[in-house]
T-cell receptor
Framework: GESVGLHLPTLSVQEGDNSIINCAYS??????FIWYKQESGKGPQFIID?????DKRQGQRVTVLLNKTVKHLSLQIAATQPGDSAVYFC????????????FGKGTRLHILP | DSGVTQTPKHLITATGQRVTLRCSPR?????VYWYQQSLDQGLQFLIQ???????AKGNILERFSAQQFPDLHSELNLSSLELGDSALYFC??????????????FGPGTRLTVL
């Protein structure tokens, strides 16, 4: 079936280093991908999105890479800070407007001092 | 602050009871979505309303129902509660009716504990 999953449930990164969070998706018809950040006790917060006609998109300290050949999505966070500690979800939206957004289970990013 | 509000923040109840969760979308947003997030689980889409009408349905149990009112606020009703219904319930809103994009703005959630 369709699924969006993350390779690692927990990622520990030294403060100041770059973080890479990965996500695999199985629906090749997906058109739109989103990364959300969820801090403890809060709702998910939009970070960055990318459409399937792009392979890279940059924001402030974040970059999303999309590899449609292997159906892989990654979120890169530059110079990781303590405030980046959170759970990161990727989400997948098929092109069919009747299909639902599907969230992955999430990766917890832990920043080491 | 996303602009989406949810009440109550916490809710503790007993099995077999019924509760109502409330959501007010961002100003101008016509779509409201409801999600369930269990411990260490991802977000499970429950249902979407657009401008008062049901637009999309996900993994919502028959014991659960929702509606969107003319002022666009939404309520999620959970009945015959079971222990397994304990979870965080999030509401999100977006301006577009398409359940996929554009981006959705999430509220702070309601933590439901069923004892």
């Amino acid at each position: 079936g369709e699924s969006v999953g993350l390779h690692l449930p927990t990622l520990s990164v030294q403060e100041g280093d770059n973080s890479i969070i990965n996500c695999a998706y199985s629906n090749s018809a997906s058109d739109y991908f989103i990364w959300y950040k969820q801090e403890s006790g809060k709702g998910p917060q939009f970070i960055i999105d990318i459409r399937s006609n792009m392979d890279k998109r940059q924001g402030q300290r974040v970059t999303v890479l999309l590899n449609k050949t292997v159906k892989h999505l990654s979120l890169q966070i530059a110079a990781t800070q303590p405030g980046d500690s959170a759970v990161y979800f990727c989400a997948e939206t098929p092109m069919n407007r009747d299909d639902k957004i599907i969230f992955g289970k999430g990766t917890r990013l832990h920043i080491l001092p | 602050d996303s602009g989406v509000t949810q009440t109550p923040k916490h809710l503790i109840t007993a099995t077999g009871q019924r509760v109502t969760l409330r959501c007010s979308p961002r100003s101008g947003d016509l779509s409201v979505y409801w999600y369930q997030q269990s411990l260490d689980q991802g977000l499970q889409f429950l249902i979407q309303y657009y401008n008062g009408e049901e637009r999309a349905k996900g993994n919502i149990l028959e014991r659960f129902s929702a509606q969107q009112f003319p002022d666009l606020h939404s309520e999620l009703n959970l009945s015959s509660l079971e222990l397994g219904d304990s979870a965080l319930y999030f509401c999100a809103s977006s301006v577009d009716e398409t359940s996929g994009g554009p981006r959705q703005f999430f509220g702070p959630g309601t933590r439901l504990t069923v004892l």
